[in-house]
């Protein structure tokens, strides 16, 4: 929901609407990757504190500087959290801003895939090695090699191949990366070098990883987004393009590119015959929430498939402090999938 309705919210009303019901109420957390680890659920999100900065569009006032992560034995079991996994003083590289992670699991070792700002001002992915699902983890002394802009999702595919996903407009670089170098001009602006309305979406990237999950294994691509006439999306559907939250799972042999559209607040989907794309354009996984971002992953429980997200109605409507939560999703036999009202009707 944008930022100046939040004051006509009845909170109370609004949290006994909810479809769920925060996970952590500690700390506040959002951006939760989740995956099944060892038949337990462990999810990876990054850690809102309230630094006192003032809200801007670049993102300044997402201060995060640590991991914590939570666990659960199922969807309805208590959450625990494991305490801090990685601090930014951890890591050689990175000066500030650890926003939304993800991990994975290979050969018995744990992969925490991370964005921070470098010293230089700009955002990089960086990768930290632990023994267990909870860390600790230990950060890799540099970024991956040709990594840029937020949000690395990465996904395992049936042949044992790891992709990451990665991109994020606005605060998150990826529209100064359009010649394939970054464009430092206009630093205080998010919306310098953005497309115009007619012109193509900015795709998020992919790049699929070295067999040790350390670097990338290829140049970027391109994850294009098309319409229902087969036409990439355009930067000015702003219901649909892409802007951020990169997240891919696979259901009955389709891919689902799924992903947050940012100022317009939806979570949607769009389908694909692979990890590459392209990916068509399906529809809403959830309506806005509370608290202008929005961020999820989709994960398999037990048979079932669930959204983890976030809002702020823990904090009442406080933009960078917000809460995981999780709600259960419905594909249908055509394969599209029921659009979630995170506050009932």
């Not at 840029?148 to 999702?153: C, E, K, N, Y």
């Not at 607040?265 to 929005?294: K, M, N, Q």
Request: glycine fraction near 8%; include cysteine.
């Amino acid at each position: 929901m944008p930022e100046d309705s939040i004051e006509h919210i009845d909170f109370k009303e609004l949290n006994e609407k909810a479809i769920s019901q925060p996970l952590v109420t500690n700390i506040y957390t959002a951006d939760p990757s989740a995956h099944v680890f060892e038949g337990k659920i462990y999810i990876y999100p990054s850690h809102d504190i309230d630094a006192g900065d003032a809200f801007d569009d670049l993102g300044s006032h997402f201060a995060m500087e640590d991991y914590h992560v939570i666990s659960m034995d199922s969807v309805d079991s208590p959450v625990v959290d494991h305490g801090v996994a990685l601090h930014v003083d951890d890591v050689p590289w990175a000066e500030k801003q650890m926003w939304a992670p993800d991990a994975h699991e290979k050969d018995g070792k744990y992969y925490l895939f991370f964005p921070a700002k470098a010293y230089d001002g700009i955002f990089r992915i960086g990768v930290a090695i632990g023994d267990s699902p909870v860390g600790p983890f230990k950060a890799q002394p540099e970024a991956i090699k040709g990594s840029f802009s937020i949000d690395p999702a990465v996904y395992k595919d049936d042949d044992g191949e790891y992709y990451m996903y990665f991109g994020g407009i606005w605060g998150g670089q990826l529209q100064r990366w359009r010649t394939g170098e970054f464009n430092a001009g206009q630093p205080e602006s998010p919306f310098a070098f953005i497309p115009e309305d007619d012109e193509p979406a900015l795709c998020a990237k992919i790049a699929k990883l070295t067999p040790d999950l350390l670097e990338f294994a290829e140049e970027p691509k391109d994850v294009v987004i098309l319409d229902e006439n087969g036409e990439a999306l355009l930067a000015g559907d702003t219901d649909r393009r892409f802007f951020e939250a990169a997240w891919v799972y696979k259901h009955n042999g389709k891919y689902y590119f799924t992903y947050s559209t940012g100022d317009s607040h939806f979570i949607c989907y769009a389908t694909g015959d692979s990890p590459y794309g392209p990916f068509t354009y399906g529809g809403r996984i959830l309506e806005p929430v509370v608290g202008w971002t929005t961020h999820h992953s989709v994960c398999q429980v037990e048979g079932k498939w669930y959204l983890f997200y976030h809002d702020s109605s823990l904090s009442k409507g406080v933009t960078h402090l917000r809460s995981i939560k999780v709600a259960e999703i419905i594909h249908n036999e055509d394969g599209s999938i029921q659009t979630l009202k995170p506050y009932g009707d």
